[in-house]
């Protein structure tokens, strides 16, 4: 490494190097940034806000997708609202025949757009999925959280399969045949 020294040099030749070097340290400063952007570092905290959204969003989801014994996706750590409400319902249209071919990362699709998307495929995937389990011979629990943060739990299904525990066994019964003389 090289030490100058300003002894010798004019005003002029100290604000070239004063250029160079900031130049220097700016090509530094950039390819620290591509690094940490590259190794995801550096990328802002998700907010209050966001966060909210987000367990808002993947309740939503999971109410939904657990009746077919699947869970909502996890929210990735520096992940926005917009971009899981996304993902959630790239999961939850999988079991809905509406907008199926639509592509949800458009540019286009956000504000009420994506608001009205995400109420139409919801309630079409929980139709649908209800509708299933009603015929079906199964009974399946569906944990909910209200408004005020209590949990609730609803039963879908066959009333065959609830009042199965309840039901006997019908038997049949049998009497030895009587031979004639002997009893």
């Known amino acids: 490494m090289k030490v100058f020294t300003m002894d010798k040099m004019t005003d002029a030749e100290i604000r070239v190097k004063i250029a160079q070097l900031e130049a220097q340290l700016a090509k530094m400063e950039g390819q620290a940034r591509e690094r940490r952007a590259t190794e995801g570092l550096g990328r802002e905290a998700v907010s209050f806000e966001d966060q909210a959204e987000i367990t808002e969003t993947q309740d939503k989801c999971d109410s939904i997708l657990q009746m077919k014994g699947e869970r909502a996706p996890r929210a990735l750590e520096f992940e ?7 993902r959630a319902l790239q999961a939850i249209r999988e079991h809905s025949s509406l ?3 639509l592509n949800l990362r458009d540019a286009s699709v956000r504000g009420s757009v994506l608001d009205t998307l995400e109420r139409e495929i919801y309630a079409d995937a929980q139709q649908r999925i209800k509708n299933e389990l009603r015929q079906s011979e199964a ?3 569906i944990t909910s959280t209200d408004d005020y943060g209590r949990r609730r739990t609803d039963y879908i299904g066959s009333p065959r399969a609830a009042f ?8 049949r019964l049998t009497f030895p045949r009587m031979i004639a003389g002997k009893a």
């Open 99 to 101: 907008h199926k071919g």
């Open 80 to 86: 926005n609202a917009r971009s899981y409400r996304i």
């Open 164 to 171: 199965a525990p309840f039901i006997s066994k019908s038997q």
């Open 139 to 141: 009974l399946v629990p």
